[in-house]
Protein backbone atom coordinates (compact mmCIF):
# COMPACT_ATOMS: atom_id res chain seq x y z
CA UNK A 1 0.00 0.00 0.00
CA UNK A 2 2.82 2.28 -0.12
CA UNK A 3 3.50 4.94 2.94
CA UNK A 4 0.57 5.61 4.42
CA UNK A 5 -0.69 6.42 7.67
CA UNK A 6 -4.38 4.77 6.80
CA UNK A 7 -5.31 1.93 8.65
CA UNK A 8 -5.85 -0.96 6.56
CA UNK A 9 -7.78 -4.48 7.42
CA UNK A 10 -7.69 -7.58 5.50
CA UNK A 11 -9.72 -11.37 5.91
CA UNK A 12 -8.30 -14.79 5.05
CA UNK A 13 -10.18 -17.99 4.96
CA UNK A 14 -7.95 -20.79 5.83
CA UNK A 15 -9.22 -24.30 5.19
CA UNK A 16 -7.06 -27.30 5.82
CA UNK A 17 -7.59 -30.19 3.39
CA UNK A 18 -8.48 -33.46 4.83
CA UNK A 19 -5.21 -35.70 5.89
CA UNK A 20 -2.95 -32.40 6.39
CA UNK A 21 -1.33 -31.21 9.81
CA UNK A 22 -2.90 -29.71 12.08
CA UNK A 23 -0.25 -27.10 13.43
CA UNK A 24 0.58 -24.27 10.99
CA UNK A 25 2.50 -21.04 11.56
CA UNK A 26 1.95 -17.79 10.02
CA UNK A 27 4.55 -15.77 9.23
CA UNK A 28 4.13 -11.90 7.69
CA UNK A 29 6.20 -9.32 7.34
CA UNK A 30 8.18 -6.37 6.28
CA UNK A 31 9.82 -6.64 9.67
CA UNK A 32 9.39 -2.75 10.41
CA UNK A 33 5.50 -2.50 10.28
CA UNK A 34 4.34 -1.14 13.16
CA UNK A 35 1.16 -2.95 13.99
CA UNK A 36 -0.48 -6.08 12.91
CA UNK A 37 -3.20 -7.33 15.18
CA UNK A 38 -4.26 -10.75 14.21
CA UNK A 39 -8.20 -11.19 15.14
CA UNK A 40 -8.89 -15.04 15.62
CA UNK A 41 -11.97 -16.73 16.53
CA UNK A 42 -11.93 -17.96 19.58
CA UNK A 43 -14.03 -21.09 18.83
CA UNK A 44 -12.24 -22.91 15.67
CA UNK A 45 -15.11 -23.78 12.81
CA UNK A 46 -17.47 -21.23 13.80
CA UNK A 47 -17.50 -17.41 12.53
CA UNK A 48 -18.03 -14.96 16.04
CA UNK A 49 -21.01 -12.46 15.30
CA UNK A 50 -19.09 -9.26 17.05
CA UNK A 51 -15.89 -8.42 18.07
CA UNK A 52 -16.06 -10.48 21.18
CA UNK A 53 -15.74 -14.04 19.78
CA UNK A 54 -11.93 -13.37 18.61
CA UNK A 55 -8.85 -13.03 20.65
CA UNK A 56 -5.96 -10.66 19.60
CA UNK A 57 -2.81 -11.82 18.64
CA UNK A 58 -0.74 -8.24 18.73
CA UNK A 59 2.45 -8.53 16.12
CA UNK A 60 4.57 -5.81 14.52
CA UNK A 61 7.46 -3.82 15.80
CA UNK A 62 5.75 -1.90 18.34
CA UNK A 63 5.63 -5.08 20.01
CA UNK A 64 8.99 -5.38 22.12
CA UNK A 65 10.77 -8.59 20.59
CA UNK A 66 10.55 -10.71 24.09
CA UNK A 67 6.53 -9.83 23.76
CA UNK A 68 6.02 -11.83 20.48
CA UNK A 69 4.26 -14.59 20.13
CA UNK A 70 7.43 -16.12 18.82
CA UNK A 71 10.51 -14.25 19.12
CA UNK A 72 11.55 -14.30 14.97
CA UNK A 73 13.12 -12.13 12.25
CA UNK A 74 9.40 -11.83 11.28
CA UNK A 75 6.41 -11.35 12.89
CA UNK A 76 5.16 -15.49 13.24
CA UNK A 77 2.47 -16.98 15.93
CA UNK A 78 1.18 -20.41 15.83
CA UNK A 79 -1.88 -21.37 13.98
CA UNK A 80 -4.36 -24.45 15.08
CA UNK A 81 -6.79 -24.85 12.01
CA UNK A 82 -9.72 -27.56 12.26
CA UNK A 83 -9.83 -30.51 9.30
CA UNK A 84 -12.22 -29.64 7.17
CA UNK A 85 -13.28 -26.31 8.34
CA UNK A 86 -12.72 -22.65 6.99
CA UNK A 87 -11.32 -20.38 9.87
CA UNK A 88 -12.07 -16.52 9.34
CA UNK A 89 -9.16 -14.40 10.49
CA UNK A 90 -9.05 -10.67 10.16
CA UNK A 91 -5.50 -8.46 10.35
CA UNK A 92 -5.53 -4.89 11.08
CA UNK A 93 -2.36 -3.44 9.94
CA UNK A 94 -1.20 0.45 10.57
CA UNK A 95 2.75 1.60 9.82
CA UNK A 96 4.48 5.10 9.65
CA UNK A 97 6.53 3.64 7.23
CA UNK A 98 5.70 1.98 4.26
CA UNK A 99 2.99 -0.92 4.31
CA UNK A 100 4.54 -3.92 2.07
CA UNK A 101 2.75 -7.05 3.56
CA UNK A 102 3.47 -10.97 2.46
CA UNK A 103 1.73 -13.87 4.11
CA UNK A 104 2.78 -17.33 4.46
CA UNK A 105 1.32 -20.90 6.09
CA UNK A 106 4.00 -23.02 6.69
CA UNK A 107 4.49 -26.37 8.50
CA UNK A 108 6.99 -26.35 11.84
CA UNK A 109 9.47 -28.39 9.58
CA UNK A 110 9.00 -26.24 6.09
CA UNK A 111 9.48 -22.86 8.83
CA UNK A 112 12.82 -24.45 10.45
CA UNK A 113 14.47 -24.82 7.04
CA UNK A 114 13.03 -21.48 5.65
CA UNK A 115 14.62 -20.04 8.71
CA UNK A 116 17.70 -21.72 8.22
CA UNK A 117 18.00 -20.46 4.77
CA UNK A 118 17.21 -17.09 5.63
CA UNK A 119 19.84 -17.36 8.63
CA UNK A 120 22.57 -18.27 5.68
CA UNK A 121 21.68 -15.56 3.43
CA UNK A 122 21.85 -12.95 6.14
CA UNK A 123 24.96 -14.23 7.56
CA UNK A 124 26.56 -13.84 4.44
CA UNK A 125 25.08 -10.57 3.58
CA UNK A 126 26.33 -9.13 7.04
CA UNK A 127 29.53 -10.38 6.68
CA UNK A 128 30.39 -9.19 3.62
CA UNK A 129 29.49 -5.63 4.70
CA UNK A 130 31.41 -5.84 8.07
CA UNK A 131 34.47 -7.28 6.27
CA UNK A 132 34.01 -4.50 3.69
CA UNK A 133 33.78 -1.94 6.77
CA UNK A 134 37.22 -3.36 8.24
CA UNK A 135 39.20 -3.31 5.31
CA UNK A 136 38.58 0.16 4.00
CA UNK A 137 38.11 1.72 7.09
CA UNK A 138 41.98 0.46 7.88
CA UNK A 139 42.84 1.59 4.18
CA UNK A 140 41.16 4.99 4.85
CA UNK A 141 43.30 5.56 7.92
CA UNK A 142 46.56 4.52 6.76
CA UNK A 143 46.21 6.26 3.16
CA UNK A 144 44.47 9.09 4.78
CA UNK A 145 41.88 9.52 2.07
CA UNK A 146 38.57 10.99 2.32
CA UNK A 147 37.02 9.21 -0.30
CA UNK A 148 37.86 5.63 1.05
CA UNK A 149 36.73 6.78 4.63
CA UNK A 150 33.41 8.07 2.97
CA UNK A 151 32.74 4.82 1.16
CA UNK A 152 33.35 2.90 4.53
CA UNK A 153 30.89 5.43 6.42
CA UNK A 154 28.01 4.56 3.44
CA UNK A 155 28.57 0.76 3.95
CA UNK A 156 28.44 0.94 7.63
CA UNK A 157 25.65 2.80 7.52
CA UNK A 158 24.20 0.51 5.07
CA UNK A 159 24.48 -2.66 7.62
CA UNK A 160 23.33 -0.58 10.34
CA UNK A 161 20.09 0.27 7.78
CA UNK A 162 19.67 -3.48 7.00
CA UNK A 163 20.15 -4.84 10.62
CA UNK A 164 17.25 -2.87 11.84
CA UNK A 165 14.93 -2.82 8.38
CA UNK A 166 15.09 -7.16 8.08
CA UNK A 167 14.34 -7.47 12.16
CA UNK A 168 17.54 -8.73 12.89
CA UNK A 169 18.71 -6.09 15.17
CA UNK A 170 15.10 -6.95 17.37
CA UNK A 171 16.87 -9.62 18.41
CA UNK A 172 20.18 -8.12 20.14
CA UNK A 173 17.56 -5.23 21.16
CA UNK A 174 14.61 -7.76 22.58
CA UNK A 175 12.83 -4.78 24.58
CA UNK A 176 13.42 -1.80 21.91
CA UNK A 177 10.49 0.68 22.12
CA UNK A 178 9.16 0.32 18.63
CA UNK A 179 9.58 4.57 18.34
CA UNK A 180 13.49 3.50 18.34
CA UNK A 181 12.94 1.07 15.49
CA UNK A 182 11.04 3.57 13.45
CA UNK A 183 14.24 5.77 14.12
CA UNK A 184 16.51 3.33 13.56
CA UNK A 185 15.16 2.37 9.83
CA UNK A 186 13.96 5.79 8.85
CA UNK A 187 16.73 7.88 10.31
CA UNK A 188 19.56 5.42 8.96
CA UNK A 189 18.06 5.73 5.72
CA UNK A 190 17.99 9.46 5.36
CA UNK A 191 21.60 9.52 6.57
CA UNK A 192 22.21 6.85 4.28
CA UNK A 193 21.27 8.97 1.27
CA UNK A 194 23.47 12.05 2.36
CA UNK A 195 26.52 9.83 3.06
CA UNK A 196 25.26 8.95 -0.68
CA UNK A 197 25.52 12.74 -1.86
CA UNK A 198 28.58 12.66 -0.46
CA UNK A 199 30.45 10.01 -1.41
CA UNK A 200 29.64 10.84 -5.26
CA UNK A 201 30.94 14.72 -4.92
CA UNK A 202 33.99 12.97 -4.10
CA UNK A 203 34.01 10.59 -6.40
CA UNK A 204 33.43 12.49 -9.28
CA UNK A 205 35.56 15.38 -7.71
CA UNK A 206 32.54 17.75 -8.28
CA UNK A 207 34.24 20.86 -7.17
CA UNK A 208 36.66 20.29 -10.15
CA UNK A 209 34.78 18.91 -12.75
CA UNK A 210 31.37 20.44 -12.08
CA UNK A 211 31.68 23.08 -9.38
CA UNK A 212 28.20 24.36 -9.75
CA UNK A 213 26.29 20.60 -9.45
CA UNK A 214 28.85 19.91 -6.27
CA UNK A 215 26.16 22.27 -4.07
CA UNK A 216 22.73 20.72 -5.50
CA UNK A 217 24.97 17.47 -3.64
CA UNK A 218 25.65 19.06 -0.82
CA UNK A 219 22.04 20.69 -0.56
CA UNK A 220 20.40 17.09 -1.22
CA UNK A 221 23.04 15.48 1.58
CA UNK A 222 21.98 18.52 4.15
CA UNK A 223 18.22 18.01 3.70
CA UNK A 224 18.38 14.56 3.73
CA UNK A 225 19.93 14.93 7.35
CA UNK A 226 17.52 17.17 8.36
CA UNK A 227 14.84 14.69 7.36
CA UNK A 228 16.43 12.68 9.89
CA UNK A 229 13.45 13.45 13.15
CA UNK A 230 10.73 12.68 10.48
CA UNK A 231 11.16 9.06 11.13
CA UNK A 232 9.42 9.74 14.31
CA UNK A 233 6.35 11.87 13.04
CA UNK A 234 3.43 10.69 10.76
CA UNK A 235 5.28 13.23 8.44
CA UNK A 236 7.44 10.57 7.04
CA UNK A 237 4.93 8.81 5.18
CA UNK A 238 5.45 12.24 2.58
CA UNK A 239 8.84 13.16 3.62
CA UNK A 240 10.53 9.79 2.73
CA UNK A 241 9.13 9.46 -0.98
CA UNK A 242 10.18 13.20 -1.84
CA UNK A 243 13.51 12.45 -0.25
CA UNK A 244 13.42 8.56 -2.04
CA UNK A 245 12.84 10.58 -5.39
CA UNK A 246 15.55 13.12 -4.64
CA UNK A 247 18.08 10.54 -4.20
CA UNK A 248 17.44 8.14 -7.02
CA UNK A 249 17.21 11.60 -9.34
CA UNK A 250 20.36 12.55 -8.42
CA UNK A 251 21.47 8.90 -9.25
CA UNK A 252 20.78 9.19 -12.17
CA UNK A 253 22.34 12.27 -12.99
CA UNK A 254 25.98 10.62 -11.69
CA UNK A 255 25.19 8.10 -13.68
CA UNK A 256 25.03 10.56 -17.05
CA UNK A 257 27.93 12.55 -15.29
CA UNK A 258 30.23 9.14 -15.49
CA UNK A 259 29.30 9.06 -19.29
CA UNK A 260 30.20 12.05 -19.41
CA UNK A 261 33.78 12.01 -17.80
CA UNK A 262 34.61 8.85 -19.20
CA UNK A 263 34.63 10.43 -22.65
CA UNK A 264 36.91 13.29 -21.28
CA UNK A 265 39.05 10.07 -20.10
CA UNK A 266 38.63 7.15 -21.25
CA UNK A 267 42.04 5.17 -20.09
CA UNK A 268 40.50 5.45 -16.22
CA UNK A 269 39.22 2.06 -15.94
CA UNK A 270 37.19 3.08 -12.63
CA UNK A 271 35.05 5.34 -14.00
CA UNK A 272 33.64 2.08 -15.54
CA UNK A 273 33.32 0.29 -11.81
CA UNK A 274 31.66 3.79 -10.44
CA UNK A 275 28.86 3.35 -14.05
CA UNK A 276 28.08 -0.26 -12.87
CA UNK A 277 27.49 0.86 -9.18
CA UNK A 278 24.90 3.44 -10.39
CA UNK A 279 23.31 1.41 -12.50
CA UNK A 280 23.47 -1.32 -9.72
CA UNK A 281 21.24 1.22 -7.74
CA UNK A 282 18.97 2.85 -9.62
CA UNK A 283 18.10 -0.73 -10.83
CA UNK A 284 17.58 -1.91 -7.13
CA UNK A 285 15.36 1.50 -6.45
CA UNK A 286 13.08 1.10 -8.85
CA UNK A 287 12.86 -2.70 -8.42
CA UNK A 288 12.12 -1.99 -4.90
CA UNK A 289 9.51 0.99 -5.47
CA UNK A 290 7.47 -1.24 -7.84
CA UNK A 291 7.12 -3.81 -5.02
CA UNK A 292 6.39 -1.21 -2.62
CA UNK A 293 3.57 0.03 -5.04
CA UNK A 294 2.54 -3.55 -5.65
CA UNK A 295 3.61 -3.34 -9.27
CA UNK A 296 5.60 -6.54 -8.38
CA UNK A 297 4.51 -9.57 -6.54
CA UNK A 298 5.46 -9.00 -2.38
CA UNK A 299 6.79 -12.41 -2.12
CA UNK A 300 9.46 -12.26 -4.53
CA UNK A 301 12.47 -15.06 -3.79
CA UNK A 302 15.14 -12.74 -3.50
CA UNK A 303 14.93 -9.42 -2.30
CA UNK A 304 15.65 -6.73 -5.45
CA UNK A 305 17.05 -4.11 -3.24
CA UNK A 306 19.65 -5.86 -0.70
CA UNK A 307 21.10 -7.62 -3.10
CA UNK A 308 21.34 -4.73 -5.42
CA UNK A 309 22.75 -2.67 -2.93
CA UNK A 310 25.58 -5.34 -1.94
CA UNK A 311 26.05 -6.10 -5.36
CA UNK A 312 26.80 -1.91 -5.66
CA UNK A 313 28.94 -1.75 -2.91
CA UNK A 314 31.14 -4.45 -4.17
CA UNK A 315 31.19 -3.00 -7.75
CA UNK A 316 32.43 0.51 -6.19
CA UNK A 317 34.72 -1.32 -3.67
CA UNK A 318 36.36 -2.82 -6.46
CA UNK A 319 36.74 0.67 -8.23
CA UNK A 320 38.01 2.04 -5.60
CA UNK A 321 40.84 -0.32 -5.26
CA UNK A 322 41.82 0.60 -8.84
CA UNK A 323 41.65 3.82 -7.87
CA UNK A 324 43.87 3.36 -4.85
CA UNK A 325 46.68 1.51 -7.13
CA UNK A 326 46.01 4.17 -9.53
CA UNK A 327 47.15 6.99 -7.10
CA UNK A 328 49.93 4.68 -5.79
CA UNK A 329 51.18 4.32 -9.01
CA UNK A 330 51.30 8.29 -9.79
CA UNK A 331 52.60 8.85 -5.87
CA UNK A 332 55.78 6.72 -7.38
CA UNK A 333 56.10 7.69 -10.35
CA UNK A 334 56.27 11.65 -8.46
CA UNK A 335 58.52 10.48 -5.99
CA UNK A 336 60.43 9.10 -9.00
CA UNK A 337 60.77 12.69 -10.45
CA UNK A 338 61.12 14.63 -7.29
CA UNK A 339 64.36 12.44 -6.84
CA UNK A 340 65.39 12.78 -10.59
CA UNK A 341 64.61 16.33 -10.04
CA UNK A 342 66.71 16.81 -7.16
CA UNK A 343 69.47 14.52 -8.06
CA UNK A 344 69.78 16.76 -11.49
CA UNK A 345 69.69 20.13 -9.51
CA UNK A 346 72.47 18.90 -6.84
CA UNK A 347 74.28 17.75 -10.41
CA UNK A 348 73.68 21.19 -11.79
CA UNK A 349 74.65 23.16 -8.21
CA UNK A 350 77.79 21.30 -7.81
CA UNK A 351 79.17 21.81 -11.75
CA UNK A 352 77.77 25.53 -11.47
CA UNK A 353 79.78 25.72 -8.45
CA UNK A 354 82.97 24.09 -9.81
CA UNK A 355 82.48 26.33 -12.85
CA UNK A 356 82.59 29.85 -10.45
CA UNK A 357 85.02 28.84 -8.65
CA UNK A 358 87.24 28.16 -11.82
CA UNK A 359 86.45 31.59 -12.76
CA UNK A 360 88.05 33.06 -9.94
CA UNK A 361 91.35 32.45 -11.39
CA UNK A 362 91.33 33.99 -14.42
CA UNK A 363 88.83 36.78 -13.29
CA UNK A 364 92.27 37.17 -10.91
CA UNK A 365 94.73 37.07 -13.21
CA UNK A 366 93.28 39.60 -15.51
CA UNK A 367 92.74 42.26 -12.27
CA UNK A 368 96.85 41.64 -11.88
CA UNK A 369 97.75 41.60 -15.60
CA UNK A 370 95.61 45.25 -15.91
CA UNK A 371 97.09 46.61 -12.90
CA UNK A 372 100.74 45.41 -13.80
CA UNK A 373 99.84 47.81 -17.19
CA UNK A 374 98.64 50.21 -15.19
CA UNK A 375 102.02 51.21 -13.63
CA UNK A 376 103.75 51.29 -17.09
CA UNK A 377 101.29 53.75 -18.73
CA UNK A 378 100.49 56.21 -16.08
CA UNK A 379 101.52 58.96 -18.69
CA UNK A 380 98.53 58.02 -20.94
CA UNK A 381 95.25 58.57 -19.52
CA UNK A 382 93.50 57.36 -21.85
CA UNK A 383 95.45 53.75 -21.70
CA UNK A 384 94.45 54.28 -18.07
CA UNK A 385 90.95 54.29 -18.23
CA UNK A 386 90.40 51.55 -20.53
CA UNK A 387 92.44 49.50 -17.99
CA UNK A 388 90.36 50.88 -14.51
CA UNK A 389 87.38 49.84 -17.30
CA UNK A 390 88.95 46.60 -17.48
CA UNK A 391 89.61 45.68 -13.50
CA UNK A 392 86.23 47.60 -12.99
CA UNK A 393 84.62 45.11 -15.30
CA UNK A 394 86.79 42.25 -13.61
CA UNK A 395 85.47 42.98 -9.83
CA UNK A 396 81.96 43.11 -11.49
CA UNK A 397 82.29 39.58 -12.73
CA UNK A 398 84.00 38.33 -9.46
CA UNK A 399 81.01 39.85 -7.28
CA UNK A 400 78.49 38.17 -9.41
CA UNK A 401 80.51 34.72 -8.77
CA UNK A 402 80.33 35.54 -4.90
CA UNK A 403 76.49 36.51 -4.98
CA UNK A 404 76.17 33.24 -6.54
CA UNK A 405 78.10 31.00 -4.86
CA UNK A 406 76.98 32.60 -1.88
CA UNK A 407 73.34 31.90 -2.45
CA UNK A 408 73.86 28.22 -3.40
CA UNK A 409 75.08 28.01 -0.17
CA UNK A 410 72.03 29.52 1.50
CA UNK A 411 69.84 27.84 -0.67
CA UNK A 412 71.76 23.98 0.84
CA UNK A 413 72.21 26.01 4.00
CA UNK A 414 76.06 25.55 4.44
CA UNK A 415 76.80 29.26 4.56
CA UNK A 416 77.82 30.94 8.07
CA UNK A 417 77.10 34.10 8.76
CA UNK A 418 80.10 36.66 10.52
CA UNK A 419 78.01 38.65 12.61
CA UNK A 420 79.61 41.28 14.08
CA UNK A 421 78.34 44.89 15.22
CA UNK A 422 78.78 48.12 13.20
CA UNK A 423 77.41 51.42 12.19
CA UNK A 424 74.80 52.41 9.81
CA UNK A 425 77.60 55.36 8.34
CA UNK A 426 80.33 52.39 7.73
CA UNK A 427 77.83 50.03 6.21
CA UNK A 428 77.28 52.86 3.46
CA UNK A 429 80.70 53.75 2.83
CA UNK A 430 81.41 50.17 2.72
CA UNK A 431 78.41 49.45 0.00
CA UNK A 432 78.90 52.69 -1.76
CA UNK A 433 82.66 51.50 -2.24
CA UNK A 434 81.28 48.49 -4.46
CA UNK A 435 79.43 50.28 -6.46
CA UNK A 436 81.26 50.54 -10.01
CA UNK A 437 79.70 51.94 -12.44
CA UNK A 438 80.97 55.31 -13.72
CA UNK A 439 78.41 57.45 -13.09
CA UNK A 440 77.71 56.82 -9.36
CA UNK A 441 79.94 59.93 -7.76
CA UNK A 442 77.57 61.97 -9.84
CA UNK A 443 73.79 60.52 -9.53
CA UNK A 444 73.87 58.85 -6.05
CA UNK A 445 73.07 60.85 -3.26
CA UNK A 446 73.59 59.47 0.51
CA UNK A 447 71.87 61.16 3.40
CA UNK A 448 71.53 59.59 6.50
CA UNK A 449 70.59 61.25 10.63
CA UNK A 450 71.47 57.81 12.34
CA UNK A 451 75.28 57.02 10.66
CA UNK A 452 76.45 56.22 14.73
CA UNK A 453 73.47 54.00 15.23
CA UNK A 454 74.66 50.44 15.56
CA UNK A 455 73.62 47.52 13.69
CA UNK A 456 74.70 43.61 13.77
CA UNK A 457 74.64 41.54 10.91
CA UNK A 458 77.23 40.26 8.22
CA UNK A 459 79.21 43.08 6.81
CA UNK A 460 79.93 41.81 3.05
CA UNK A 461 76.57 40.30 2.38
CA UNK A 462 74.81 43.35 3.60
CA UNK A 463 77.23 45.35 1.21
CA UNK A 464 76.20 43.00 -1.70
CA UNK A 465 72.57 43.54 -1.29
CA UNK A 466 72.99 47.41 -0.81
CA UNK A 467 75.39 47.28 -3.75
CA UNK A 468 72.68 45.47 -5.82
CA UNK A 469 70.03 47.88 -5.29
CA UNK A 470 72.05 51.38 -5.73
CA UNK A 471 73.42 49.47 -9.42
CA UNK A 472 70.12 48.48 -10.52
CA UNK A 473 68.20 51.91 -9.55
CA UNK A 474 71.56 53.30 -11.72
CA UNK A 475 71.67 50.69 -14.62
CA UNK A 476 67.27 50.72 -14.79
CA UNK A 477 66.79 54.65 -14.45
CA UNK A 478 66.85 57.48 -16.76
CA UNK A 479 70.61 58.84 -16.98
CA UNK A 480 69.99 61.91 -15.82
CA UNK A 481 68.18 60.62 -12.68
CA UNK A 482 69.08 61.29 -9.22
CA UNK A 483 69.71 57.77 -6.66
CA UNK A 484 69.18 58.41 -3.53
CA UNK A 485 70.09 56.68 -0.29
CA UNK A 486 68.40 57.60 2.67
CA UNK A 487 68.84 56.07 6.16
CA UNK A 488 66.37 56.52 8.64
CA UNK A 489 66.28 55.35 12.52
CA UNK A 490 63.03 52.72 13.26
CA UNK A 491 60.31 54.10 15.79
CA UNK A 492 61.72 54.20 19.29
CA UNK A 493 65.07 54.37 18.46
CA UNK A 494 65.19 50.27 18.07
CA UNK A 495 68.88 49.47 16.95
CA UNK A 496 67.72 46.20 15.51
CA UNK A 497 65.54 48.08 12.71
CA UNK A 498 66.77 50.49 11.01
CA UNK A 499 65.92 50.43 7.52
CA UNK A 500 67.69 51.38 4.59
CA UNK A 501 65.42 52.92 1.58
CA UNK A 502 66.85 53.62 -2.02
CA UNK A 503 64.85 55.57 -4.16
CA UNK A 504 65.21 56.51 -8.05
Not at 61 to 66: E, H, Q
Not at 264 to 284: K, T, V
Not at 335 to 342: I, K, M, P, R, S
Amino acid sequence: MGQTRAIHWYRFDLSREPGANAEWLLEMGEPYIDHLDLHVPLTAGQTPTGPEGYRVIRMGDFVPYSQRPMQTRLHSTPLELPEGQTVTVYLRIDSVSAISLSAALWTPKAFIARQTTALLFHGMFFGVLVVLVVVYLALGALLRDSVLLTYTAYVALMLLYFLFATGVAATFLPDAPGWLLNLAVGGLGFLGTAIVMQLWRRLLNLRRNFPRLQHVYRGLGVLAVLAVPSSLTPWFSVVSPVISTLGASMSLVSLILIVILMRRDPRDSSLRFYLACALSSIIGMVLSQLKLRGVLPSDLSIEPYPVAALLGVLILGAGLALRIRRLQTERVRAEEGVAFATKRAEEQRIFVAMLSHEFRTPLASIDGAAQMIALDVQDAPPLVKRLERIRSTTRKLADLVDVFLSTQALDHGALALQLEWMTVGRLLDAAMDGVTAADAETRVVVTTRVADRELRGDLQFLCVAITNVIQNALRYSPPDAPVVVTAEGAPGGSSSASPIKGAA
